[in-house]
């Protein structure tokens, strides 16, 4: 059997389904250059990168992103924004959920890192421990560079062979199997097998 001791989870994609589309029909909503908004490809096409990784705060990030969708910022907004943000967050995906109670079954502790935004922090937080939760707001820094998965290997005290990450972006799993993490990419379909196969080996 294999000696691994946690399972780190990506959040948006894997623990549940995230869509940007209600903040970008909020966006295009207030819009004051539809055509350019369009033409930009929406809030897609937003740079989230300084907010995921704690360069600015909310507010800030509100500002930023009315300017780029040509609408004015004023305070009233933040909420909306906040609002329209929370709107894409789907439901727990139940094969996930699935594999986390049976690795906790088998003595593995779940793991979350997440490129995260800030002000979603609290949608995933009862699926770990609040010490097994990894952002990178709080970590300065983003997959796949591999030094964020250092930093958690790192945090937790473990070997890289001691853990596996399950995340939806190749490049995010190519990274962390570059220091030595097993990677699997998430697909609903069979990613429970490929884990299931890490624990066999």
Same mark, same amino acid.
């Given at each position: 059997?294999s000696?691994?001791?946690?399972g ?14 209600p ?13 350019e908004f369009?033409?930009?490809g929406?809030v897609?096409c ?5 907010f ?5 705060n ?9 300017? =780029? ?6 305070p009233? @907004?933040? #909420? %909306?924004i906040?609002?329209?943000?929370? $709107?894409g ?11 986390m ?14 490129n995260?935004l ?12 609040k010490e097994n ?6 970590l300065?820094?983003l997959k796949p560079?591999?030094?964020? =998965?250092q ?6 005290? @473990?070997? #890289? %062979?001691?853990v596996?990450?399950v995340? $939806?972006?190749p ?12 990677g ?7 990613f429970?097998e ?8």
């Open positions: 059997m000696k691994i001791r946690y780190i989870f990506d959040v948006g994609q894997v623990c549940y389904p995230y869509s940007l589309e903040l970008n029909d909020y966006c295009y909503e207030k819009s004051q250059n539809k055509d369009e033409k930009k929406g897609k937003f740079d989230y990168k300084p995921m990784k704690g360069e600015i909310f507010s800030e990030f509100c500002r930023q992103l009315c300017q =780029f969708c040509d609408f004015a910022y004023a009233e @907004v933040e #909420p %909306e906040d609002k329209a943000m929370h $709107d967050v789907g439901d727990f995906f139940p094969e996930t959920l699935k594999v109670n049976f690795l906790k079954h088998n003595n593995v502790e779940i793991c979350l890192l997440s995260a800030p002000n979603l922090h609290h949608t995933a937080k009862r699926l770990a421990r939760i990894f952002v990178s707001y709080e300065g820094l560079d591999v030094k964020i =998965f930093a958690v290997l790192q945090k937790l005290g @473990v070997k #890289p %062979e001691e596996f990450l995340d $939806d972006k490049q995010n799993v190519a990274a962390a199997e570059s220091i030595g993490i097993q699997v990419l998430f697909q609903k379909e069979n429970a490929k884990i299931y196969q890490i624990l066999c080996r």
